[in-house]
Structure formats: C-alpha cells, structure tokens
C-alpha cells in the first residue's frame, strides 16, 4: 500500500479500536444505572414469579384484598393491597406518567409486572370494560354498538372501497396524489417527482423502472405499473432549431459531445425539418434518436 493508503487503514483501524472499547465499556464495564437496576428490579421479580407459576414451586403470595378500582392513577398503596411490591406498583406508575392508559382489562394484563393468576383474581374487580366498541350510524344517530371483533365497515367505506379507481396520471400527479397510490411511499414519490422533472415528463409506462428508487426493483414496478397511466401529450419538448447545446445537455437521455454536435449540424446545414433528422448528425445513434423523439419538436 502507498503511503495515503496506509494512512487511512490506520485511521479506519483506530476507529474500529475506539467503537469496540466504546461497546465493550457498555455491556460489560460500565456500572448500571439505579434507573436501570429498579427496571432489572421489577422485570427480574416478574420472571420469577411467572417461571415458580410454571413449575407449581410459587413462593407463598402477599395477602390479597380484593375490591372494585380503576387502574388509571391507582395509588402506590392500593397496588400494595392487591398484591403488587412496591416497585412493582411504581412500573405502573412509571408506564403512566410516559402518556400510558389502561382503556379495557386486557390493557392491564399486558403489564409486565402483573402476574396472569393475579389478574385473574382482579380481573372481576376491574372498573372497565372487556373490550373496545363502535357504533353504527343510523338516521338517529350513534347508538348501536358493534363489537371490535366483528364490525362491519360503515356503508360509505364500503361504497368507496368497492368503487373502481382509474389509473393516476403520472405527468401531472402530484407528492400527495402518488402517496395516496397504494405501494407508493414518501420516498417512492420523491424520486419520481425528481425523475419526471428531468425527463420533462414520462412518454411511456416504461420509463417508470428507470426512476433511480426503481431501477433494482421490477416487483414494485409491475404491481404500479395497473395503478398509473401516462399522457403523452404532457410531455415538454425541446425545440431543437433554437435550442442551445445545453437545454439539451441537461436532458438524461443525451450527453454534452451529442448535443453539441446537433447544434454545430444544425448551424451547419440549417434548421430540422422533422425530428428524425437528427439521425444524419454521425453521433446520434438509433437509440438515443428513438429516446429522444418525444421530447423534441422542429415547430
């Protein structure tokens, strides 16, 4: 290796040195937090009560007393009373005070630290409800419930979902209009807009796999190609008698050598009559004739 080489493989060594020691300092080295230690705390006593319940091997419990509450900003001591520790009780807390919220039972039950027999103990005791519910709209209003596992779709849900959709047009679809395609995203959207942009519009459905985000995925690219359409007439065109070397540099499909070259026959022999004359500039092969031709107009 020459010397800049060698320079950079040191540095490149250096850094691997410091990310491993970094690692190393934490999983192994560094003290734990008390935040930390209370977490391991109360998730480690949650292990082991669940494990002794597995095996029939239970320590003895705490005293249970049983009454009617709302787990929602239950005190420390009413947790204490229903049989949680303490620091079992202040996980409860904790999970509130970061925007948590018990809405139904099964809420409660997927706490860590609430072990399955002691819910089932509660679960009679618990001040809500079992499950979520909807309701129908009628002529009167909202008042039929319908339950969270069997709802039916509001009939104008319905409606649209069984509607057929046309195709989008990709030349004058906007960020949101492709976003609201299914199997477009943010990023999808983005590069087509750029792609487009350069273009100057898309002539065919086939220049969609040369959008960069899409050029290594031909799945994608099939399942879009149902949901979108092209216009052709709202591509814009270069006017090839009065434009410069670089308006047609610029376009993807052309280079600078090609389009300087254009402009120098043209200057040469006078204007384009017709867009396939540029097949008599030596430089201008069948391809890039074939690619360029929508883009182009001699009016």
Sequence with gaps: ???????????????????????????????????????????????????????????????????????????????????????????????????????????????????????????????????????????????????????????????????????????????AALVSVNGIGPAFARSILRFRERLGGFSSMHQLAEVPILRDKPDAVQQLAPRLAVDPAQVRRIPLNTCTADDLARHPYMNWKVAKALVAYRQQHGPFKQVDDISRCALVTDSIRLRMAPYLTVD
């Design 1 to 175: 290796m020459h010397r800049g080489e060698r320079r950079g493989f040191t540095v490149l060594l250096g850094l691997c040195i410091i990310a491993a020691a970094w690692v190393t300092w934490e999983q192994w080295i560094r003290p734990p937090l008390l935040a930390d230690k209370e977490q391991i705390e109360v998730v480690w006593q949650s292990v082991q009560d669940t494990a002794a319940a597995r095996t029939g091997t239970r320590p003895a419990q705490r005293d249970v007393q049983l009454f009617a509450f709302d787990p929602n900003g239950l005190p420390v001591e009413q947790w204490v009373l229903l049989g949680l520790s303490e620091k079992q009780a202040g996980a409860i807390h904790s999970y509130e005070a970061h925007g948590g919220k018990f809405r139904t039972k099964r809420d409660l039950a997927r706490m860590r630290v609430v072990d399955p027999e002691l819910f089932a103990q509660w679960e009679p005791f618990i001040q809500l409800p079992d499950s979520m519910v909807r309701k129908e709209r009628t002529q009167q209003g909202w008042n039929k419930p319908w339950p969270t596992d069997s709802a039916p779709r509001w009939p104008r849900a319905q409606a649209r979902s069984s509607a057929p959709r046309l195709p989008l047009e990709l030349n004058t679809a906007d960020s």
